[in-house]
């Protein structure tokens, strides 16, 4: 599915839209695709003569994943998800600028309006970082 297809289902644009593609999608898990860019936003002073994608946007492009996939299950009429906990995050690789991530994300749990989820993001087959998180259904403003 293309970026027209995820900025449908998640109210996030540029420059903060990480995700790129969905490449597999079904009812309980997802998978997305992003490639960082040399010029990201968040690039220009992490690290200037070690260029390298912070793991917290990392983080974000998981969360985003769990967005769509949140979306898709119950529709975007439903609210907005919005972060609400992140535990147990491990960070395993640096990812840099050039490099292709896929984003797994599984729902484990769903109670009421919150959905419970774990998250994978992979670079070159290496585990960059993974953790679990929830996220909460509020409504639009």
Do not use: W
Not at 9 to 19: K, N, Q
Not at 65 to 71: I, K
Not at 83 to 95: D, E, K, L, P, Q
Request: glycine content about 8%.
């Amino acid at each position: 599915m293309s970026r027209e297809a995820i900025e449908s289902l998640i109210p996030h644009r540029a420059p903060m839209l990480l995700l790129d593609e969905i490449v597999q999608a079904d009812g309980h898990g997802i998978t997305c695709r992003k490639t960082f860019h040399a010029d990201e936003f968040f690039l220009q002073g992490h690290y200037p003569d070690f260029p390298l994608v912070p793991g917290v946007m990392l983080c974000e492009c998981a969360m985003q994943a769990g967005g769509v996939l949140v979306a898709r299950r119950v529709g975007r009429a439903a609210g907005i998800p919005v972060a609400t906990r992140m535990n147990n995050v491990r960070f395993r690789h640096m990812v840099h600028p050039g490099e292709v991530v896929d984003i797994q994300v599984t729902l484990v749990e769903r109670l009421a309006n919150a959905f419970f989820m774990k998250a994978k993001v992979a670079c070159a087959g290496k585990t960059a970082v993974q953790f679990e998180f929830a996220c909460a259904l509020v409504d639009k403003p």
